[in-house]
């Protein structure tokens, strides 16, 4: 398995430009989740899905939209970039109901630069 | 305030010393997790607890749910443990899903050989 990919590892934008992170799992998981991290500050969660179809706003949203039309992916759209959005962007996903229920996979990462 | 608080949040060691990491929470929990995340690095799951002590090679991470903290033990530390270390909790939640984690900032550890 490849767990948890996320494309880019590095990207720079201009202000008002727009982008799409890319996040899939090929672990079957149901539950996806992006958080940003910034300096001094714990992992915030943006966006999560429970499921295909299914998704919900976080603690951080504005600026950002989701998707799940399949349970492998779940990309994250930045609509019009601002420099408050430069930040580490992490995609996890879980399983609950397994032995290891809730056990949090994560990806690599991607970080953003906005300019 | 932050519902996780993580002591110390900056911790240096000799190699061979034994670290210990605490982490509190306010609130009711079903589940307590720790990460590592090595500089410029991923992240990744070392424990999930809901009671007592787990334990995984040099690691040991212990819960106790009345007092609402943990503590992440390393024994024989080693160069190669220097890392940040995050706590993460799953919030009870009684009604939908509680999938969702509530994080603390973070214990950078350095450890010299």
């Known amino acids: 398995n490849a767990g948890v990919t996320q494309t880019p590892k590095f990207q720079v934008l201009k202000t008002g430009q727009s982008m799409t992170l890319q996040c899939a799992q090929d672990m079957n998981h149901e539950y996806m989740s992006w958080y940003r991290q910034d300096p001094g500050m714990g992992l915030r969660l943006i966006h999560y899905?429970?499921?295909?179809?299914?998704?919900d706003q976080g603690e951080v949203p504005n600026g950002y939209n989701v998707s799940r039309s399949t349970t492998e992916d779940f990309p994250l759209r930045l609509l019009s970039a601002a420099p408050s959005q430069t930040s580490v962007y992490f995609c996890?996903?879980?399983?609950?109901?397994?032995?290891?229920?809730?056990?949090?996979?994560f990806g690599p990462g991607t970080r953003l630069t906005v300019t | 305030k932050n519902e996780v608080e993580q002591s110390p949040q900056n911790l240096t060691a000799q190699e061979g010393e034994f670290i210990t990491i605490n982490c509190s929470y306010s609130?009711?929990?079903?589940?307590l997790h720790w990460l590592q995340q090595h500089p410029g690095g991923g992240i990744v799951s070392l424990f999930m607890l809901s009671s007592g002590k787990k334990k995984h090679g040099r690691l040991i991470a212990t819960i106790n749910i009345q007092e609402k903290h943990s503590s992440l033990h390393i024994t024989a530390s080693h160069p190669r443990d220097s890392a940040v270390y995050i706590c993460a909790v799953r919030l009870n939640w009684s009604g939908g899903s509680n999938y969702k984690l509530t994080f603390g900032k973070g214990t950078l550890l350095t450890v010299n050989p």
């Open positions: 609130v009711g929990i079903s589940a």
């Open positions: 996890a996903s879980s399983r609950p109901g397994t032995t290891n229920s809730y056990e949090q996979y």
């Open positions: 899905s429970v499921g295909a179809g299914i998704t």
